[in-house]
């Protein structure tokens, strides 16, 4: 985008007012997002550019998104922050965005300008839509600017969005008689009839890119004359090179020089290219034309296209045997790799076997770093410049996986519909099956993916093949079936030729086994892994797997040393794996009883989920997120996350998700004394027809609700059958959370059933088993039903001493439901409780609870917002609010309050 305001521009005074109203809330630090959309030409950059010019004390970052470098990694955040972001992740990316946006803001708003956003490189949008989901209370004015936000180069994150209703959304329209007489009045054009202004509105369509080009080269007798037919809008490039034909050779050299290295390039380089020794002579003709607009950039100065059409028209009109120099020439350039291929690509004239192995080779190895869209448009194009019909349909169907990991499916889609007819079965299987798994097709995914691996050459293609096993794998793990998993993950190790980038095939393996009762040999094979800060990227995915196992057999301060230590040290990994780090140690925390750090820990995972669209992980994400606000009562909140985690079509949701999920809404049925529906939400799961996660001890602990559901509806022998089941796989296994859980439903059953003194030693069993293992909740609720019991059973005293003891774990963890009920039992007892700290968390809302959470465990505001995801301001905003409400004024203060209300 042009520096400077345009003198002929005209009207958009809505528009502009629009603009600066929402700039006003902005510096009353409420954020805005603003998406500006019309057709080419039709004016969008220049209203931005005269909004720009009347924007007075703020900060402005422009960018823009350029057709030849839309597979470029983070090149238009790299435009925005003027530093190099080569090997990170989005989410990363995204963090330090926010914490460079919240530095800047001190000294007033920041506008950004994302122009052409259609564009735009993928990861760029994604690190931005990160960032955009996350402003608060920032002065941060985001523009966007794209011809079509449903445009399907955008990321689907970002198109969301978009389309939120919190986006204000300024669609430019063309220009009317009226405005356009204005323009002419701009230009300097001789008056025109008010039919003469009608009929080049009515030929233009008003748009005043195609109506300023007819009024500044159709002299305007020639306008006037209605017997004179104007000249076409498509004629505009002969209108562009008429321009250029005017000017010495040396300006014509650099600007058509230019038009190859893209829509906007340093000076020098462009002269380098051109041959033109006396570059600013010939770029101020240039720049007198109309032809090109100079800027300063951070490495010097820069010249710029003033529309794509400009670009265009000259770039088009090189020929093909000077376009091919030219881009031959730019590949000589000192530059980086991604450009020099770039250029070669553009210089070729037929197939080159060569060149298509030499991009195949780098679109690996851009994989092998997580840029899956560069890594897809490389593969993409070596398949086309392949001679070989039969390794053209290989590089397609690998960029078909490529894609689907980068999360576009109808892209892949696409390219699948565009495989050769000579592309081998067995390669063109592989790429439908991972499509079908994608699309939540299991069946047809394993078929297909079968089909694939009985008829590859293993050997001929490696990188297929390996990822048809690992496909195989997660699909497996997927629909419940841990050995297979395991096998097929093993299977994809042993074919890799060097020890793999963390893909989660070690996981996967990991996992497998532990879902299918293999735990002991699970965790053997990670006996001999360092410490998570000194892992290697293959070591953190055998660490993550071996927090996983550590949490489903009872070793929770193990989990969560393991799963701790993986998060820290995965900020700069792939955003499925951080997500998935995330998740799991969530989850740990909620078993260990660290409810707090658990809430911050699956709420961020789910929140990262969704605008990464991992909707693989999403599900599970959501439903981990439910379970603190499940059991802590707030049901508004645990409902919000159980729709997005049944969001999707049943069909497509694997049986780990559709586990997860159901014990999440059942435990928010058990906390409200809704039998029955707990009963509706669990019973399902008999039906899945499998074993693996579904009844395998210790991985979704869900049996233990419904049998003391189905006991309190007074349905005895169908709860006995379920508790028998559940039982002998925990005995063999061993599993301590999961035998206390048992044998409070067997001290519950058995009390249903009048035998007291057999329920009492049911409970004390229990007792006997939580000494094992430091589940808080688990042992807490086993104390409020042996409590509960004891107080029927005429023994209050002995009850009161059990009720108290559940009372300390439930404050701590201020699980609402029990808690109330407890203190009722206390009451039914005759010792009502007086002291109800724990029935008041200080009313702070979920996002300051994750905040306080972290300040008081000694951080600063910017590491709580990286740990967050959010901006410093943010921070700040929700700790004046934890402030407020809790009476304090410090952090010191603060922590000796929560500390206070936590025994």
Not at 153 to 169: A, Q, Y
Request: with cysteine; hydrophobic share 45%.
């Amino acid at each position: 985008m042009p520096a400077g305001p345009d003198p002929h521009f005209v009207s958009r005074e809505r528009e502009l007012a629009a603009l600066h109203a929402a700039l006003d809330r902005v510096r009353h630090g409420e954020p805005q997002l603003v998406l500006v959309n019309g057709p080419e030409g039709i004016g969008k950059t220049a209203l931005v550019r005269r909004f720009l010019g009347q924007a007075r004390r703020s900060r402005v970052l422009k960018a823009s998104g350029d057709e030849n470098e839309a597979a470029l990694p983070y090149g238009v955040l790299e435009q925005l922050l003027s530093c190099s972001l080569d090997g990170s992740e989005p989410l990363a990316v995204g963090s330090a965005v926010l914490g460079h946006l919240g530095h800047l803001q001190t000294a007033g708003p920041v506008i950004l300008v994302i122009d052409d956003a259609q564009w735009a490189d993928r990861l760029s949008m994604q690190a931005l839509t990160f960032v955009f989901r996350r402003l608060r209370v920032d002065r941060v004015f985001a523009i966007v600017v794209t011809r079509d936000p449903d445009d399907p180069r955008l990321p689907e994150g970002m198109r969301r969005v978009l389309h939120d209703g919190l986006t204000l959304r300024l669609t430019v329209g063309p220009l009317d008689a009226g405005e356009l007489g204005l323009l002419c009045g701009r230009l300097g054009v001789a008056p025109l009839s008010s039919s003469a202004v009608e009929r080049l509105r009515v030929h233009t369509g008003g748009n005043p890119l195609h109506a300023r080009t007819l009024l500044e080269e159709v002299p305007a007798k020639a306008l006037n004359n209605m017997d004179t037919a104007l000249p076409a809008p498509r004629s505009y490039a002969l209108l562009v090179l008429g321009r250029l034909a005017g000017c010495a050779e040396q300006a014509r050299r650099l600007v058509e020089a230019a038009s190859v290295l893209g829509m906007s390039c340093p000076v020098h380089t462009a002269s380098a290219l051109a041959g033109v020794t006396e570059p600013l002579p010939a770029l101020e003709q240039a720049v007198a034309a109309g032809l090109l607009f100079e800027e300063q950039g951070v490495g010097g100065l820069l010249v710029r296209f003033p529309h794509p059409l400009t670009r265009a028209s000259i770039y088009q009109n090189l020929g093909p045997a000077r376009r091919a120099r030219l881009h031959l020439g730019a590949a000589n350039l000192p530059d980086n790799e991604f450009h020099r291929l770039r250029h070669r690509v553009r210089a070729a004239a037929g197939p080159d076997p060569r060149l298509a192995a030499e991009l195949a080779g780098w679109a690996r190895l851009q994989a092998a770093e997580g840029h899956w869209h560069a890594s897809a448009e490389h593969l993409l194009q070596a398949a086309y410049l392949s001679d070989d019909l039969v390794d053209r349909g290989r590089l397609m169907a690998e960029a078909v996986g490529v894609l689907l990991l980068d999360g576009r499916v109808d892209e892949a889609r696409g390219v699948l519909a565009r495989l050769p007819a000579a592309a081998e079965p067995a390669v063109r299987a592989y790429a439908m099956g991972h499509l079908a798994a994608v699309s939540g097709h299991l069946a047809q995914a394993r078929n297909l993916l079968t089909v694939a691996w009985e008829g590859l050459d293993h050997h001929v293609v490696p990188v297929i093949a390996r990822r048809t096993a690992r496909q195989l794998a997660v699909l497996d793990l997927m629909r419940a079936r841990g050995g297979d998993a395991a096998a097929w993950a093993q299977r994809a190790l042993r074919m890799a030729t060097e020890r793999p980038v963390s893909d989660f095939t070690v996981f996967t393996r990991l996992t497998g086994l532990c879902v299918s009762g293999a735990a002991g040999e699970a965790l053997s094979l990670t006996r001999a892994l360092p410490d998570p800060s000194l892992a290697s990227p293959y070591e953190l995915d055998a660490l993550l797997g071996r927090g996983l196992l550590r949490t489903f057999t009872d070793d929770l301060p193990g989990a969560l040393g393991d799963l701790r230590g993986v998060v820290m040290a995965c900020r700069d990994r792939s955003i499925p794996f951080r997500i998935l780090a995330t998740a799991m140690l969530g989850q740990a925390e909620y078993r260990a009883g660290e409810w707090d750090d658990a809430l911050v820990h699956t709420e961020t995972a789910a929140s990262l989920a969704d605008d990464a669209e991992q909707f693989w992980i999403a599900p599970i994400c959501h439903a981990l997120a439910a379970l603190v606000p499940a059991s802590r009562g707030d049901r508004a909140h645990a409902e919000g996350h159980l729709r997005a985690a049944e969001s999707r079509p049943a069909q497509s949701q694997s049986v780990a998700a559709r586990v997860h999920t159901a014990y999440a809404r059942a435990l928010l049925s058990t906390g409200d004394a809704d039998h029955t529906a707990t009963v509706s939400a669990l019973e399902p799961l008999f039906e899945l027809g499998v074993h693996d996660i579904v009844h395998e001890p210790g991985i979704v602990p869900w049996h233990d609700l419904l049998v003391d559901a189905l006991t309190a509806l007074g349905e005895r022998e169908r709860a006995q059958a379920t508790l028998d089941r559940r039982r002998e796989a925990a005995e063999e296994c061993g599993r301590h959370s999961v035998l206390a859980a048992v044998e409070r439903n067997l001290g519950n059953l058995r009390a249903a059933r009048h035998e007291t003194r057999a329920a009492e030693e049911a409970f004390l069993d229990g007792l006997e088993h939580t000494a094992h293992v430091d589940a808080p909740f688990v042992r807490a609720v086993l104390l409020l039903h042996f409590g509960a019991f004891l107080r029927r059973s005429g023994r209050r005293s002995a009850a009161a001493d059990r009720l108290r003891s559940a009372r300390d774990d439930l404050v701590r963890l201020r699980a609402q439901p029990y808690l109330h009920r407890c203190d009722r039992e206390l009451a039914a007892c005759g010792y009502p409780v007086r002291d109800r700290r724990g029935l008041d968390p200080g009313d702070l809302t979920p996002q300051e609870h994750a905040v306080a959470q972290l300040v008081i465990r000694g951080m600063t505001n910017r590491q709580v917002a990286g740990e967050l995801v959010v901006s410093i301001k943010t921070v700040e905003y929700h700790l004046g609010n934890i402030y407020a409400k809790t009476g304090v004024t410090s952090r010191t203060g603060l922590t000796a309050k929560l500390a206070a209300v936590r025994p």
